[in-house]
């Protein structure tokens, strides 16, 4: 196949148009890689509706890059047999040569973070106690992309029941950052983002409580979104809104939109444009005015991206909440541990207790301890904030705040014990900087704002209203437009085996 004669076909040119422009503009840009992996997943889906690249050829392609790469980065786990995986991407192609085309995933790879069920794959939740299990159903998320014509390849790490932003558990060990895979990938979606930044997963899912597809989009320089919480997830409405999320991470901004738009209860998220940052106005809360303990070089790489987004035309304030940050913390931590009644079945027997990690036991522990009262005044304390965003938000369009506290630290540390100095009492306080858009269920996405001098990635977060979903991408696509974060690749180690 001539990939170079690509551009000069009428067959995918017409595949361009009838796709929106916001997700067909790299085609144009030049001649197709030599490596398919190197297609961002929106090119892909056009080149393989445009029958220029073979589903046979897509999956070959991945499964060499993962072959040589992820023993390093240990992002896919629970591996479909490789014949298995080549044979179903010869249906997809017999498919596509009788004129049925599944959907804009057609044909491609895809792996789902194990917590999700996939029909006849492992379901381990990251925990030894499900070491052995198979799904016998797929899960809603799963169907979703399933019906757009995903193949599903296997899934992704993540932390014993997503807990905790290290991707490691007993099962499968720790992921490696895209950037170095002696550094954490961060969690509880790590092995997604780590999928994406080697480029081993065209795109990938993930979710969201505690930070958890924000912090691995900035660990591995990949787009992490948190979804306002209706948006995704039946349960909830916009009053009573859900901690987490399900939501999408890509490689750029158009695919994290194009996988949104697949898992959205209302798909209503094409044709999506840059916004005018010159009628933009933002809310830079750096570290809370020291509230937030922050490693050196954190708040200076994000003060330098909006310098970037200023000189667009924004105007940027530096601003702090009107609020008691401390209550703030209360209020997450008694409602995140209230949550944890549901695992005491895992807790009273004592067989499974054994194989549960210390920060799980201990956060069942603290939920026991919990009185109406205290959940009570937690619920009080959101309501509050979320009046605080409401008032904030008619003041600025987009508030913005480092979307990790520390770089990516050594995975064999489970979390860091202290921050520049400033010891961190519980394992999750090191994340609290995440918080403010979990308690608000509002619209967060991380955009990449460059590496330290050891090379390290990070992001910062940019929230929006709740429901102002579009709006938050929005911006994100025409941050991409003034940065150049995102072309910096990593130097991948390749499996020695």
Request: glycine share 8%; charged share 20%.
């Amino acid at each position: 196949m001539k990939r170079r004669e690509f551009l000069k076909s009428s067959t995918a040119f017409a595949a361009l148009l009838s796709t929106p422009i916001s997700y067909s503009h790299g085609l144009f840009t030049g001649n197709l890689p030599s490596d398919i992996t190197d297609l961002s997943a929106s090119d892909l889906s056009v080149a393989i509706g445009a029958k220029q690249i073979s589903c046979f050829e897509v999956m070959q392609a991945y499964l060499s890059r993962i072959e040589r790469y992820n023993p390093v980065y240990n992002a896919i786990v629970s591996m479909v047999d490789h014949d298995e995986l080549l044979k179903q991407a010869k249906k997809a192609d017999e498919a596509l040569s009788k004129g049925e085309y599944w959907g804009w995933m057609h044909g491609m790879p895809h792996a789902i973070k194990d917590l999700a069920p996939v029909k006849g794959l492992p379901f381990t939740s990251g925990s030894p106690m499900f070491a052995n299990r198979i799904a016998e159903e797929d899960g809603s998320l799963v169907t979703k992309i399933r019906n757009q014509g995903a193949i599903f390849i296997g899934k992704t790490n993540t932390p014993e029941f997503g807990l905790g932003s290290q991707c490691y558990n007993p099962v499968f060990g720790a992921t490696g950052s895209a950037y170095n895979p002696k550094l954490t990938s961060g969690g509880s979606s790590g092995g997604a983002a780590c999928g994406l930044g080697t480029h081993m997963l065209p795109a990938a899912d993930g979710g969201d409580m505690m930070g958890s597809l924000r912090n691995p989009g900035a660990f591995n320089n990949v787009i992490g979104f948190r979804p306002s919480t209706t948006v995704v997830m039946e349960e909830g409405d916009a009053k009573d809104r859900l901690l987490w999320t399900s939501g999408p991470m890509g490689r750029d901004t158009r695919d994290t939109i194009r996988l949104l738009q697949t898992m959205a209860i209302d798909p209503v998220f094409d044709n999506l444009n840059a916004l005018d940052l010159t009628k933009i106005k933002m809310g830079w809360m750096g570290n809370l005015d020291n509230y937030l303990a922050m490693e050196p070089g954190i708040v200076e790489l994000c003060e330098s991206s909006l310098t970037k987004v200023s000189d667009a035309g924004a105007k940027i304030d530096s601003i702090k909440p009107n609020f008691i940050l401390s209550d703030l913390w209360q209020s997450w931590i008694t409602l995140r541990h209230s949550g944890r009644t549901s695992m005491m079945e895992y807790y009273v027997n004592p067989v499974h207790r054994k194989l549960l990690k210390p920060e799980l036991i201990w956060e069942i522990e603290q939920s026991l301890v919990l009185s109406e009262a205290d959940i009570s005044n937690a619920k009080r304390i959101r309501k509050d904030w979320n009046n605080t965003l409401d008032s904030l938000f008619e003041k600025y369009d987009f508030l913005v705040l480092p979307t990790a506290q520390v770089f990516p630290y050594s995975k064999e540390i489970h979390w860091p014990k202290e921050i520049n100095g400033r010891a961190m009492d519980t394992y999750h306080r090191w994340m609290e900087v995440v918080i403010l858009g979990s308690l608000g269920g509002i619209p967060v996405v991380n955009v990449p704002v460059g590496f330290d001098v050891k090379g390290r990635p990070m992001g910062m977060q940019i929230m929006g209203k709740f429901g102002d979903d579009k709006r938050v991408l929005e911006f994100a696509l025409a941050y991409e437009r003034i940065t150049n974060h995102l072309n910096r690749r990593p130097k991948l180690i390749a499996s020695s085996k």
